[in-house]
């Protein structure tokens, strides 16, 4: 039988005229295709700025420098995400922690980061940003977060990779709460143009540093320059940026699957509705649906994570995922928590330090979720899961 993976694009004949398109126009790069697509991606997140990168953690190391991360500060994020979420900190020379998480939301603990800053302001060691993540799609409780970080004065910059269009309290993410916000466009993401990303930021001098952090910090504008204009050909490099561009052939393939959002996540919302009714009686958690207490949100559903608890008649999560790999069921782990990775305890973490998330990380388990997976697919999901959780 056919192998099922946890997550795949979705390529249709729209998209690919859109990239014939563009690869028949004049421009490949540093065209019209991707102020085009900026555009598009920032109204459907009802925010003023789009900054396109090649990559979401291009865009997170470019966030984290123009929010001004730099040695001797230090970066917060969740231990329950992809080490791009923390890595971005280290590449500006700015230190990194953790909050951990809330076991309901599998989210950064509103809870845990207030008591860490309490803890924090007594030592004087109050973080420059803290990086959210939006698990799974399912936004961050960020109201409070928001007040957290303007009674402390840390910037907010969102690791939105899981939630392009996903919502908080009716508000598109990226738009209301954070300083910045980085979505990805990997293929197993909610839209894709193979590899990208996009930054978006309400703060219009913000964007700016953007644009020219991802461009090796170079101008060509004539109202920008230091020097006197010596010519046509005249540009100035004011800082030391990147070649973080997003190509027009990537720009193309965004837009094009921009116009098909509405049909990704009104499919993904009815599997997860139908994985909630199907795996109702099965000794398993499902995903939280609400952010926080009062909080409502839209999950863009990124991930449709379970966790195993092994124990009476139940198989333990290894033997669970094992199991589902041989009947041809691509069932993944989000995530090893950050903080055990090798390359972490190097730097000074170690077991037992953010105990939530690594409780979550023995029992979670990534079902599959995509625009393709058929009802059938799904409930052959579902009963191979029915089988190998028998212990
Ligand atoms: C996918 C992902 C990234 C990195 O995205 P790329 O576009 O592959 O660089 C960062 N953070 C999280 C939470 C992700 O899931």
């Known amino acids: 039988m056919d192998f099922i993976p946890y997550a795949t694009q979705s390529i249709n004949e729209d998209d690919l005229a859109a990239v014939r398109e563009v690869l028949t126009s004049g421009w490949l790069t540093q065209g019209p295709a991707v102020p085009r697509f900026e555009q598009a991606f920032a109204a459907l997140h009802g925010v003023a700025h789009a900054v396109a990168v090649c990559n979401a953690t291009a865009g997170l190391h470019i966030a984290c420098l123009a929010l001004g991360a730099g040695p001797g500060q230090t970066v917060w994020t969740s231990p329950n995400s992809f080490v791009a979420s923390a890595n971005c900190a280290l590449y500006c020379g700015a230190g990194v922690d953790f909050v951990d998480i809330d076991p309901a939301t599998r989210n950064m603990s509103v809870s845990a980061l207030a008591a860490k800053l309490e803890q924090a302001e007594r030592d004087g060691q109050l973080p420059a940003i ?20 303007d009674r402390y004065g840390f910037k907010i910059l969102e690791d939105a990779s899981h939630a392009v269009g996903a919502s908080y309290n009716g508000q598109p993410i990226g738009s209301r709460y954070a300083d910045a916000s980085v979505f990805s466009f990997h293929p197993v993401k909610i839209v894709t143009t193979g590899e990208g990303g996009m930054v978006t930021t309400p703060d219009a001098a913000l964007a ?82 609400v952010p926080g207490p009062g909080a409502t949100a839209r999950s863009s559903w990124h991930l449709y994570v379970v966790e195993v608890v092994s124990g009476r008649g139940v198989a333990d999560r290894a033997t669970v995922f094992a199991r589902l790999r041989e009947a041809g069921i691509g069932v993944n782990v989000h995530y090893e928590p950050i903080p055990l990775q090798p390359y972490y305890r190097g730097l000074g973490f170690w077991p037992g330090q953010f105990p939530a998330a690594e409780t979550y990380a023995t029992q979670a388990l990534s079902i599959p979720l995509y625009p393709a997976l058929t009802d059938a697919l799904q409930d052959r999901v579902v009963a191979e899961l029915t089988q190998a959780l028998r212990a």
């Not at 939006?134 to 957290?148: I, K, Q, S, T, Y």
């Not at 991802?214 to 940026?241: N, V």
């Open 130 to 149: 803290v990086i959210p993540v939006h698990f799974a799609g399912l936004a961050c409780d960020l109201a409070p977060m928001r007040a957290l970080a």
């Open 208 to 289: 700016r540093r953007l644009q020219l952090l991802r461009s090796h910090g170079i101008t060509r504008e004539p109202g920008e320059m230091q020097h006197p204009d010596t010519g046509a050909w005249h540009y100035e490099q004011h800082s030391l940026g990147f070649n973080y561009r997003m190509t027009d052939i990537q720009a193309a393939l965004g837009t094009s699957q921009l116009r098909r959002i509405d049909g990704f996540h009104a499919v993904r919302d009815r599997l997860a509705d139908r994985y909630d009714l199907l795996l109702g009686s099965l000794p398993l958690r499902r995903p939280a649906r």
